[in-house]
């Protein structure tokens, strides 16, 4: 079973939320090329951190400490690919999410 309640507490923040929304269709919000992981490197794709961060208009460490949680909780994963790391959503999660939601609320 999920902890639902460090999902909730990541969901609770408008800045992770729209982080989340983006990584939801990344070629919609991240419009330079070199934002998001070519599809051709990896078929699962990803967002670079360093873009994820101009966005979100942070700092380095409070997004990355953002990411972190998120991942924690289990709402995206990463890959490094040499000195950067990608991150997108686990989609089976967000799923999850929201049956439960629909289930259990």
């Given at each position: 079973?999920?902890?639902?309640?460090?999902?909730?507490?990541?969901?609770?923040?408008?800045?992770?939320?729209?982080?989340?929304?983006?990584?939801?269709?990344?070629?919609?919000?991240?419009?330079k090329?070199?934002?998001?992981?070519?599809?051709?490197?990896?078929?699962?794709?990803?967002?670079?951190?360093?873009?994820?961060?101009?966005?979100?208009?942070l700092?380095?460490?409070?997004?990355?400490?953002?990411?972190?949680?998120?991942?924690?909780?289990?709402?995206?994963?990463?890959?490094?690919?040499?000195?950067?790391?990608?991150?997108?959503?686990?989609?089976?999660?967000?799923?999850?999410?929201?049956?439960?939601?629909?289930?259990?609320?």
């Amino acid at each position: 079973m999920k902890n639902y309640i460090d999902i909730f507490k990541v969901l609770a923040n408008q800045t992770r939320l729209d982080m989340l929304m983006w990584l939801k269709e990344p070629e919609k919000h991240f419009d330079k090329p070199t934002a998001h992981l070519s599809k051709n490197i990896n078929e699962k794709g990803g967002v670079c951190v360093g873009d994820i961060q101009e966005k979100a208009a942070l700092s380095q460490s409070t997004v990355s400490h953002y990411l972190a949680m998120m991942q924690h909780a289990g709402l995206l994963e990463s890959e490094r690919h040499g000195k950067w790391t990608y991150y997108r959503r686990r989609e089976e999660t967000v799923k999850e999410v929201a049956e439960f939601i629909k289930r259990e609320l």
